[in-house]
Structures are given as C-alpha cells and as structure tokens.
C-alpha cells in the first residue's frame, strides 16, 4: 500500500525560499510519475511541477525559474526547491503519485506555505 507525506512548508517573506520533501511509502514502480500541485481553497488543484512518463519535467509557467523538482529513488522522495516566492505562491501543496498500470493515483494530506509581502 502507498502512503505519501509531505513536510517542509510553513511561513517565510517575499524573496526567501522553501523546500518541500514527499516521502512515499511502499514499493515505487520504475513506471510511476510523481509531481506537486498546489490548490488555494476555493479554486481548483493546479500543477506546479510534475515528472511525465518519460521523466521529463513540466512547470507551471507561473514558477519556471524558481522552483525545482528533483527526485531521490533511494530514499523515495521527491523534493521542491522553491526559490524568490513570492505571496501569489501561498497555498496548500500536495505531492502525487501517478501508477499508470494500475490506474491508480494517490496525494499526500498536504502541506501549507505562506508567503507574507
């Protein structure tokens, strides 16, 4: 069974930087994606940076150049290097697995960042 937590949000000023680590238990499959996605309550989850099948990254144009994803396969967990933020990155991120041959997806409960002006 896959379980996923997410840890490493919390408040930080304009300008200063966070990194946020999803440790997935249970056994990962070489097929499997992983990404982050952000949601602010009352508007739908957007995707911030996610591995495709191929293992490419994709970003949100709104954080091309500041965050990074990266993924550690011996320590299952995918990390997000988030860089200048900025008070428009404010939300609850979450981490998702993707199992395609399964059709199966889990996500984390989440983690908070805030980001004062």
């Known amino acids: 069974q896959i379980q996923i937590s997410e840890s490493g949000g919390g408040l930080v000023e304009s300008g200063g930087s966070l990194r946020l680590s999803c440790v997935v238990s249970?056994?990962?499959?070489?097929?499997?994606?992983m990404g982050w996605y952000r949601q602010v309550p009352g508007r739908f989850r957007e995707s911030v940076a996610v591995?495709?099948?191929?293992?490419?990254?994709d970003y949100a144009d709104a954080v091309k150049g500041r965050f990074s994803i990266s993924l550690d396969k011996a320590k299952n967990t995918l990390y997000l290097q988030m860089n200048s933020l900025k008070p428009q990155d404010t939300s609850f991120y979450y981490c998702?697995?993707?199992?395609?041959?399964?059709?199966?997806?889990?996500w984390g409960q989440g983690t908070q960042v805030t980001v004062s002006s």
């Open positions: 998702n697995l993707k199992r395609p041959i399964w059709n199966k997806s889990w």
């Open positions: 591995y495709d099948s191929e293992h490419n990254i």
């Open positions: 249970g056994i990962m499959f070489d097929t499997d994606t």
